[in-house]
């Protein structure tokens, strides 16, 4: 009987709740343990990534991943008329089946699966997969990957093929003789590997000048201008940001010359900003540098800024024009970060801002992760409100504490 070895990464540990699964690893083998092919994506959960710190996944990654229904089909194919196997089988058949469920398959019950943990536990001692791999000279490589673990339990599988005690082929013939659904014609799926959403962070700069629409208006310009305000408030530009960029400019119907003017505008108002005391310090000439990258503009267009600036400065700076926060300005946290939400929540309270949930009049949304795929982080960018990490927030708190 051919294996076909399968491994999640998760969201959290309750599927029956509201976690998900956002890494999915197939390992197939045929009779002996050989293994025949492998197969990873990363799934697209809607929601929170989770524990970025275990598996490494960050929500910029799977932000252009498939949600689990289009790969569904091709996951069920490979399963079929093979004994499932998993590390901790218990654990990854109840994600299975919730992913299952939610895509509207007939399942009813969990599929089964033979559990190396159990077995390797009464042959070896040992339970845990590292420990496993340690005890028999298995490489562990990628820890924490769905292929990762998958590829390793599948070697620890090979180990495992010798017992033939009742029990073992109890749990193989449940395994290998599991009910699968019916596929519903889903088309085969793209996957999304680790890594590939920061192999090309100016692919929405590139869409949006690669196009050719017809001149836009004033008013189209400064939709596309608040938009980038808002993205660039920490200066830098999230895969989300970049996204609603391109999507600003295509509703605006600007041109390739509109939104290259428009981006040195802006780098030319950072200058002015930088210019208002007459000098521009090492710290400034930095930032404007961060603004030009991740504008796609280089560094002679920030001495243009900057020369731009000087022969233009106004008499009186606009501070109104700068982004600051005002007392009871409202301030609103998502995920896990560095310092905990309760005790941000506290020192900006006593401080005079607000928090609470996501309204249209909240001010600022600060995420672990700008590219947060969590509710509030979503209806913060339906409401056009800056999404901001926790490290930009200390800079944007600490000014509006010394005011």
Known sequence: MPFAVIDFETTG??????????????????????????????INPHRDVGATSIHGIRAGDVIDAPDFVEISDYVIEMLRGRAVVAHNASFDMRFLHRELSLAQYAITER??????????GRMIGAAKLSHCCEALGISLTNAHSALGD????????????????????????????FAWPGCRGHASPTAVHRGQAVADPYAWLRSVLSAAWIPANPEDEASYMLTLDNALLDRE???????????????????????????????????????????????????????ATALG???????????????????????????????GDRVVF???????????????????????????????????DPDSLSGKAAKARQYGIPVIGEAAFEKIFAKYRTR
């Open 237 to 291: 530009i999230s895969r989300s940001e970049g996204k609603q960029l391109l999507a600003t400019a295509e509703a605006a119907g600007l041109s390739r010359g509109t939104v290259a003017r428009l981006h040195q505008d802006y780098l030319r108002a950072v200058a002015t900003e930088a210019l208002a005391d007459g000098i521009v310090t090492d710290d400034e000439r930095a930032e404007l540098d961060t603004v």
């Open 111 to 120: 599929p089964a699966a033979l559990c190396t943990r159990k077995w390797a």
């Open 150 to 177: 998958a590829h390793a339990t599948a070697e620890l599988l090979a180990f495992l093929l010798g017992n033939d005690s009742p029990e073992w082929y109890a749990d193989l013939n449940r395994s290998a003789t």
């Open 334 to 368: 998502t995920g896990e970060m560095n310092r905990g939400r309760d005790e941000w929540v506290s020192l900006i309270c006593a401080a005079g801002l607000a928090s609470g949930g996501v309204t249209k009049s909240t001010r600022l949304l600060v995420a672990a």
């Open 13 to 42: 540990l309750v599927p029956e709740r509201s976690d998900r699964a956002v890494e999915i690893g197939v390992v197939l083998a045929d009779d002996y343990g050989q293994i025949e092919h492998e197969w990873t994506t990363l």
């Open 297 to 327: 503009l280089g560094a002679p267009y920030v001495d243009e800024a900057l020369a731009w600036a000087a022969a233009n400065k106004p008499t009186a700076v606009d501070e109104s024009a700068s982004f600051a926060l005002r007392p």
